[in-house]
């Protein structure tokens, strides 16, 4: 067992150290000022020792084996979702939270996201084709996403639902999607985008009383500021300003540690959570929040290293989903506070509190620890079996077959025959060869 821990990426676990201590001192100076959130920051340490141990003991498990039976887990994860939108609590506009007890709850829709990358990596291996189709591939495995994206969105949680899509792309993009398939999406998604900008820019009052209608009234105040600020509610631009002012006053050095106006007189909602890179700009200034994407950077930088030595198809499957939804997770946070994207409450990876985000972003870690220990071996008996041709793949195929003979068809209209013509100069003949 020792000599596997020992083969554990060191430089992964040490840039996870340095977050940790990035967090916990960002955490205290975001809290200091409210005597009910003070021990948070104790809370993060032990957050993270859990993390740790879940990286060494998720790590140590052939990721083939979680693989093999992402089916039974994706069950589960669905029934987690319908007991939160059932019986969730509230949390920030969100109900997707389920108490343990009075002092412990947790987000299945955080959990859902490894197991979603798990599934999805199961259904690609069971099909061991080259491209993925797109009746036989593309759509089965988009229903399959589709499901607990409906279950999030019904808990008001945009965030985390859209976390759900961009590991979709993700997954498919490494799983072989083809080209044209890929063109034919992105350009469907960008259509709806701009088509959703322009409606909401021009319709906006009409896209507000809809939005009260059915109770989401609260996406307007963090679409507002981003989209037509004019039209925002001083509460709404409350946030977005205050946070885009504290950034700017940090400059390149920071104001220092504790020493944030704007964080330490509570100016800036939620500095322990959604608005925490607030703290690192304002008291750390542009050195402090580039030394935190720097180790972003060579956090994902060792993933793809280890995705490009595996030697089967799951391992890279599993990280290309783990980078998008990290890459999801940063650029979303930090953008909302440089005015590239909207409010969605979705927390800073390994930096924000949170014991869920955080516990599943380091088991998340623990399958890439896993992936570099057993991703040298050739694929085995732990991978799935490839699965039967279902009712629809079998109906493709013999589309395909019939296309493929009436191409044959037309293809053989003329022939070759072998013709002899005799010559008259002797008895024997010449072949010759003619249409």
Not at 233 to 254: C, E, P, R
Request: net charge positive.
């Amino acid at each position: 067992m020792w000599r596997m821990v020992k083969k554990l990426d060191g430089i992964i676990l040490f840039v996870l150290l340095l977050l940790m201590v990035m967090s916990v001192f960002a955490i205290y100076s975001g809290t200091r000022f409210d005597p009910n959130l003070a021990s948070h920051h104790v809370k993060t340490i032990y957050f993270y020792a859990a993390g740790f141990i879940a990286v060494i003991g998720i790590g140590l498990v052939n990721y083939k084996l979680y693989v093999r039976y992402a089916f039974l887990l994706y069950g589960i994860g669905i029934i987690f979702l319908i007991l939160a939108n059932v019986l969730g609590s509230k949390v920030n506009n969100a109900n997707g939270w389920l108490k343990i007890s009075e002092s412990i709850s947790f987000q299945p829709a955080e959990l859902f996201k490894m197991i979603l990358i798990l599934f999805l990596a199961h259904l690609i291996v069971k099909r061991k084709r080259g491209d993925l189709g797109f009746w036989r591939d593309v759509v089965p495995i988009g229903c399959w996403t589709f499901i607990p994206f409906a279950l999030v969105m019904a808990q008001n949680d945009l965030g985390n639902a859209l976390g759900y899509v961009i590991i979709l792309a993700a997954v498919l993009w490494i799983g072989n999607i083809k080209l044209k398939h890929a063109l034919i999406g992105l350009t469907i998604i960008g259509a709806f985008f701009i088509g959703f900008i322009k409606a909401y820019t021009f319709y906006h009052d009409e896209v507000f009383s809809f939005l009260e209608k059915i109770k989401r009234e609260h996406w307007a105040e963090r679409i507002d500021p981003w989209l037509v600020p004019e039209k925002a509610t001083a509460k709404a631009m409350w946030h977005t300003k205050n946070a885009g002012l504290a950034i700017g006053s940090g400059g390149i050095m920071g104001k220092g540690f504790l020493e944030g106006t704007s964080v330490q007189s509570g100016r800036v909602p939620y500095t322990y959570s959604d608005s925490i890179f607030v703290v690192i700009a304002e008291e750390f200034g542009f050195v402090g929040a580039s030394l935190l994407i720097l180790l972003y950077f060579i956090l994902i930088h060792r993933m793809v290293l280890i995705a490009l030595e595996c030697k089967e198809r799951a391992g890279p499957i599993i990280i290309v989903g783990i980078i998008g939804m990290l890459l999801y997770q940063v650029f979303e946070n930090i953008g909302a506070f440089l005015g590239l994207m909207p409010l969605t409450g979705i927390t800073l990876p390994f930096i924000s509190y949170g014991g869920t985000s955080l516990l599943i972003n380091m088991a998340c870690i623990g399958l890439v620890m896993s992936i570099k220990l057993y991703g040298d071996e050739d694929e085995d008996e732990l991978l799935p079996e490839e699965q039967p041709p279902s009712f629809m793949q079998r109906i493709w195929d013999l589309i395909k077959k019939r296309k493929e003979k009436r191409e044959q068809h037309h293809a053989a209209v003329f022939t070759l025959e072998e013709v002899t013509y005799p010559v008259p100069q002797g008895n024997e003949s010449k072949r010759l060869t003619g249409l």
